[in-house]
């Protein structure tokens, strides 16, 4: 008897340390925070329209409402994004406000908010004028967001100051080709490629927009483009060739800045790619370790989504 209740004693205990596992740092009335939440998704912000606002089809004389679900899929908080309404003729319709919405810091995913922070975009239009001779208008309305973004990349890399000891037993052994994921960002270090020398750490670190080029549809982004982020005054419609795929970085290890190429920390993404190449030197004569090689990238980026609406004309023909 006094085995069978230890027994259900100890299978007790088993079930409340299974039911605690998942979360972490939680106390009663307080949502479970996941232990296992790791940086990860290729998107920013991420916006579609709210179902018929505006609807497919509307009628002169009835006001146009416009409104936008916005939320950050990455992790990066967005110190502020503009965005703008375009894509009809204003002198057929008059959206209010006129030109865009600057929006207010948007939080990135965390462990509390897995799903990002979250807002709405309204616009509106309250008469369509339309001549008596035209039947109807459908211009495409898209919305563009500009807004500010980082990545940031710490995968770990092995450093061996004595990459030609192939007796000893070492604690890692330097791979040709990291792997890195994503990082909860549009931009990402997609590889590093490493090379232990005598003299020093060697690394190409490859880059690439992952959301690629493209154009929005009516529900989510799809795609979108990278450009300087000194010119967010330009954007959406101003952008120059010499603003656009525009990008600067920082790499180091330990806190200590690597000697890097392009040595402006500018580098331009060719067909969504850019490769930095990079050198660790003076490494510490020591036993081989890991440790992260972190690597930060700052950037603007521009994304759309868009949608055609009927305007048929009531008065056509009076």
Do not use: W
């Not at 709405?120 to 208008?137: D, K, R």
């Not at 994921?181 to 060697?202: C, D, L």
């Amino acid at each position: 008897m006094k085995a069978r209740k230890t027994i259900l004693v100890s299978l007790f205990l088993a079930l409340m340390i299974l039911a605690g596992c998942g979360s972490f740092g939680s106390k009663k009335g307080e949502p479970p925070v996941s232990a296992e939440f790791v940086a990860t998704g290729t998107e920013g912000l991420v916006m579609q329209f709210v179902p018929d606002q505006p609807p497919a089809k509307v009628y002169t004389g009835a006001p146009l409402s416009f409104l936008f679900e916005v939320r950050n899929r990455g992790t990066y908080q967005v110190p502020s994004a503009a965005f703008y309404l375009t894509g009809y003729d204003p002198n057929i319709v008059q959206v209010s406000p006129p030109t865009h919405i600057m929006a207010q810091p948007l939080d990135g995913k965390t462990p509390f908010n897995p799903e990002g922070g979250y807002m709405t975009i309204p616009f509106e239009a309250q008469n369509v004028l339309l001549q008596n001779n035209m039947p109807s208008y459908k211009p495409t309305f898209m919305l563009t967001a500009c807004y500010q973004y980082q990545t940031i990349a710490t995968p770990l890399v092995c450093v061996d100051a004595n990459p030609l000891d192939t007796t000893t037993d070492k604690a890692c052994r330097v791979q040709k080709v990291y792997a890195t994921g994503s990082q909860g960002a549009p931009v990402a270090v997609q590889s590093i490629e490493a090379e232990a020398r005598p003299n020093g750490m060697y690394f190409r670190i490859h880059i690439g927009n992952s959301a690629g080029e493209g154009s929005g549809s009516s529900t989510a982004t799809a795609g979108g483009t990278v450009f300087n982020m000194n010119s967010m005054a330009s954007c959406p419609a101003n952008l120059q060739y010499r603003d656009l795929n525009f990008l600067t970085y920082q790499a180091s290890i330990s806190q200590q800045p690597l000697d890097c190429e392009p040595a402006t920390h500018e580098i331009r993404l060719v067909n969504n790619q850019a490769t930095i190449f990079c050198k660790y030197l003076n490494i510490p004569n020591m036993a081989a370790y890991q440790t992260p090689l972190e690597v930060k990238l700052f950037y603007g980026y521009k994304s759309s989504i868009s949608k055609m609406v009927e305007i048929e004309n009531l008065a056509f023909g009076r």
